[in-house]
């Protein structure tokens, strides 16, 4: 597994180079006791495994011990690959385990992906290969002879961990990590897509790294309504591939209905992870917790430790911060942390072993604003509400204490919170006004200078080699004189269009980390700016830069919607470049090929595609009667797509087992099944006999409609390279299952976001022989940088199922441009910005058949009270059926604080409306748009599970 302890920095150090090492394996007879003695002798506890040389699967299913790991075969025998295929769908284990074809050379993964590869015969692939796929302290498990050999990849120097919320004890918000930089290529990708609002509680509280594993504390709960009931847990993944390896259930924790940005400011605080061990608190008033990080498993309670409300790990010491004032969301709270009226509770600062369960001392302090303890070396830093205190963190003697004004007033309820660094010689303390530094050593008043607070957060101070960084009066950093406070440097960022993100800043050693709109790079050398509007820190707790990665939580905001990345990423900076391959292959032929039919098929009343058509339009031509009755049933198993219907024949695919299946429409019987090597996430389209789809894996295939015989398949990913997406492998440029078909032409888009990983990549082919027609990419950067036009509307474009209208192409908000591949096309077509096969019930969002939708807090709701709109949307020449909100509410919400019901409606598409929403007029704000007109409409219940949008 990918492991490191800080306290093992001496021995990382020492093991720079490659340990190899033989270990006899006298494993039990069968594949699970080989998996077994496997696992037990690498001693890797979840993450990818990759199996080299899968041959009939066995070995391949029986090592995914547990749902901790997920297991990838590859074979370069394409028929071993078939029946290792075949062999796992028969046991029910396809999906978290699964297998492929690859070329025996080159691995298909992105780099420091893989936590263990195991091969009995490793054939030309070389071991710098096996190296740049292996995740730090990721092993390489080979077979020789009648041994086995362990290779370690060791810990790179140049990447760091970040293991408290501001990075480590001394509250020094800022990564030593050197592979950090502005984000370009996706790492891995998981759920959830959205957090749950955003004008309460944040659905993520807190975030850290340690020993190559991330975790962190958020609300699972359903993401229709922030009204429904909470899931808050606390998840660990892999840090490095994203593979969730254990789940533990929070029971009561801060009430997610709080006023946004209303605190408790303590959550980030209340989860440290360093080496083998979690600390935690796995209640709003619990005592600290400690678990085993690989598994989850409780190790031991601090007894006494009851109310902590801030963690520190400093050397063999846990020093934990306790106050028993109650949680609240009421006002009082305010008022008892700006120190109006006397706080209720008792307050003391605990320290215990780090490893064992032992409560070293207690000390009492009073009154304080919290969280604000700080440590470095054996000294311990806190304050109450008018004196900084240093204290020796073995001892709890006092060393010295110096007089201290906290000004918190002017900011929104909760979130004040004093900012508290110690660096080198120095400690500093800044409130909302005021910069102080003293000494480290006897407390000497160094100097003061102006602070200025974040947008409802602390200030930043961020001490970077030899100066002190903070903010100036405007948007500008300034770095001043650690030991003088004198201005040495001024560098300016840039502002957006509207207010900070309401969270803290972060730093490396190179980057200041900004939430000015999106994520904003600041080259604290160079004075250079990186604008990466398209993606965005969460709300009250922001990014985090560890393990060379940029980590970006799911978020709940409308800014930039249609180009913004919408989920938990890991992003990386930079990769290595693919290695040519002298026979890169991208159209393979299969044993059908030159097997499609002549003539299109005569069936009038089928569904050849996903809803129904090129423009998607989810009208049937059939007709249908008043009373339905089952006619048969089949069991496919797993989770599917719509379906496609036509000559008889349903086909529909098994999302996660990768799956087509081919069914009678006449009794329900399986005709034919077929195996891609990715997720098929929508259902195939139909075209003269042909079955076309593509796959997760980056392909797109032409199966013959009788037998299922692969026509060919065609490479759109410009290579084949893998990486962790919501639970599986997946290419990094995938395929949406469902093809367009426009013109006797294939078109496909290979890709996820114009700015991640040189764009998205657009396709025709030609559907008989799969050759290639044309080729375009839609790449969002200009010169590596963002565009300078960045605003609301700002350019770019997500990946989705492309859609026809007339003579024009479509995906998402944007005209396809196949000769230049330009995003500033529009055009009147059925879309929305969260993609088609959305199934979230975000609010915030919804479709339309429009040129247009608009984005940020003051808009997204106004094309949806201009042109009907809804959940799902169905649509001909001369009406619009739906099923969605009556009305969206003027502002942030989108949740339902206006009286806002669902309807079943139809829209009259001839009736003449508004197309642009009501401008202002000077002086006075622009008007409401006047209420739509239906056909007729029917108040309904909302409908808050998934369903399948066919």
């Known amino acids: 597994m990918c492991r490191k302890s800080n306290s093992g920095r001496k021995a990382v150090v020492i093991s720079a180079c490659l340990l190899m090492f033989v270990m006899s394996v006298n494993s039990p007879a069968g594949p699970k006791g080989t998996a077994k003695e496997i696992l037990k002798a690498t001693a890797v506890k979840g993450g990818l495994i990759v199996h080299l040389g899968c041959g009939d699967g066995k070995l391949t299913g029986a090592l995914h011990a547990n749902d901790s790991y997920l297991v990838h075969g590859l074979d370069s025998d394409r028929a071993d690959v ?8 028969s046991k029910d284990a396809y999906g978290k385990v699964s297998v492929d074809v690859f070329d025996g050379e080159n691995l298909p993964y992105a780099e420091n992906l893989v ?10 692939v070389s071991t710098d290969e096996l190296m740049r796929v292996l995740a730090p302290n990721g092993v390489a498990y080979i077979k020789k002879g009648d041994a086995w050999e362990k290779t370690v990849k060791p810990w790179p120097k140049d990447i760091d961990e970040w293991t408290h919320y501001l990075h480590d004890a001394s509250n020094n918000a800022v990564s030593h990590d050197k592979v950090v930089g502005p984000p370009r290529h996706l790492r891995w990708a998981g759920l959830p897509k959205f957090a749950r609002a955003h004008e309460q509680l944040a659905s993520i509280s807190a975030i850290v790294t340690g020993g190559g594993r991330l975790f962190y504390i958020i609300d699972e709960g ?6 429904l009931p909470t899931q808050w847990r606390l998840v660990a993944r892999d840090a490095f591939n994203g593979v969730i390896l254990w789940k533990r259930p929070i029971k009561f924790w801060a009430d997610h209905l709080r006023r946004f940005r209303s605190g408790p400011p303590d959550l980030a605080f209340r989860l440290v992870a360093v080496g083998e061990k979690v600390y935690v608190t796995e209640g709003i008033d619990s005592a600290l917790s400690v678990l085993d990080a690989a598994t989850g498993k409780k190790l031991w309670t601090y007894k006494g430790s009851e109310n902590t409300r801030q963690i520190l790990h400093v050397g063999e010491r846990i020093v934990l911060l306790i106050d028993t004032q109650p949680q609240t969301t009421s006002q009082n709270e305010s008022d008892i942390r700006r120190g109006v009226k006397p706080a209720p509770g008792k307050r003391a600062i605990v320290a215990a072993d780090s490893s064992g369960n032992k409560v070293l001392w207690r000390k009492k302090i009073g009154p304080l604003v919290h969280p604000t303890v700080a440590a470095q070396g054996n000294r311990l830093f806190y304050q109450t509400m008018n004196t900084l205190f240093c204290v020796n963190i073995d001892t709890a003697e006092e060393i ?13 309820v909760g979130w004040e919170s004093p900012t508290l660094v110690v660096r080198g010689d120095v400690v500093y303390y800044a409130d909302f006004r005021q910069i102080t530094a003293f000494a480290v050593e006897d407390g000497n008043r160094l100097w003061d200078g102006s602070a200025s607070a974040g947008y409802n957060s602390p200030p930043d101070l961020f001490v970077i080699d030899d100066l002190l960084w903070t903010k100036g009066r405007q948007v500008q950093r300034i770095g001043l004189d650690p030991a003088t406070g ?8 840039i502002k957006g269009y509207m207010h900070h993100r309401c969270y803290r800043n972060k730093a490396t050693d190179r980057f200041i980390l900004l939430g000015n709109q999106g994520v904003q790079f600041l080259d604290v050398k160079s004075g250079e700016n990186w604008q990466n509007y398209w993606i965005r820190g969460t709300c009250q707790y922001g990014i985090m830069p560890a393990n060379g990665l940029l980590y970006v939580p799911p978020d709940s905001c409308a800014c930039n919607l249609k180009t913004k990345l919408n989920g938990f990423y890991a992003l990386a900076a930079d990769r290595k470049a693919a290695r040519k391959r002298p026979n ?3 159209l393979e032929k299969g044993p059908a090929y030159g097997q499609a039919s002549a003539n299109r098929s005569t069936d009038t009343e089928g569904w050849s595609t996903y809803r129904c058509d090129s423009t998607r339009s989810g009208i049937a031509t059939t007709r249908i009667p008043a009373r339905l009755d089952k006619a048969w049933q089949a069991k496919i198993g797993g989770r599917l797509s719509s379906v496609t219907v036509s000559d008889g024949k349903v086909f529909v695919a098994s999302i996660d087992t990768h799956t087509v299946h081919a069914i009678d429409a006449a009794d329900g019987s399986t005709l034919w099944t077929y195996t891609a090597g990715g997720r098929v996430d929508s259902p195939p389209t139909i075209y003269k006999g042909l079955i076309l789809f593509g796959s997760a894996d980056g392909w797109v295939y032409a199966l013959v409609a009788s037998d299922g015989e692969l026509a060919w398949r065609f490479r759109a990913a410009p290579e084949d390279r893998r990486t962790f997406v919501n639970g599986q ?5 995938p395929v949406h299952g469902s093809i367009l078909v426009k013109d006797d032409c294939v078109i496909v888009a290979a890709g996820r976001s114009s700015y991640l990983d040189g764009g998205i990549h657009i396709y025709r082919l030609d559907p008989v022989t799969g050759k290639e027609i044309s080729q375009t990419c839609i790449y969002s950067p200009v010169d590596g940088k963002q565009p300078a036009e960045g605003g609301k509307e700002m350019r770019g474009v997500l990946c989705d199922i492309l859609s026809a209208v007339g003579g024009d192409v479509y995906m998402r908000h944007m005209k396809v441009d196949f000769a230049d591949g330009s995003e500033t096309g529009t055009g009147v077509h059925l879309f929305t910005p969260i993609g088609l096969l959305d199934d979230t019930w975000w609010h915030r ?16 709701w106004k094309v949806g009270n201009l042109v009907p709109s809804g959940r799902i949307l169905s649509y001909n020449e001369s009406s619009v059926f739906g099923y969605g909100r009556d009305q969206y509410v003027k502002g942030n919400t989108g949740q339902w604080r206006g009286g806002e019901k669902y309807q079943l409606f139809v829209h009259d598409r001839n009736t003449a409306g508004q197309t642009e929403p009501p401008k202002a007029q000077k002086g006075k704000r622009a008007p409401l748009p006047a209420p739509l007109k239906y056909r007729w409409t029917k108040q309904v219940p909302p409908v808050c599970h998934r369903h399948a949008r066919g």
């Open 222 to 227: 359903p993401r229709a309504d922030i009204r």
């Open 115 to 124: 936590n263990l590869i195991v091969a009995e015969y490793i054939g030309e």
């Open 82 to 89: 078939d029946a290792a295929r075949k062999y796992l769908n």
């Open 729 to 733: 492998l997946e290419s990094v440029w």
């Open 400 to 412: 010295w204490h110096a007089p201290i004004k906290t000004e918190l007033k002017g900011h929104e």
């Open 584 to 586: 890169d292959t991208r």
């Open 486 to 493: 004198v201005q040495q440097r001024e560098i300016p960022s």
């Open 845 to 860: 969002a919804y479709w339309v058949i429009n040129d247009k939708f608009l984005s940020h807090w003051s808009a997204w």
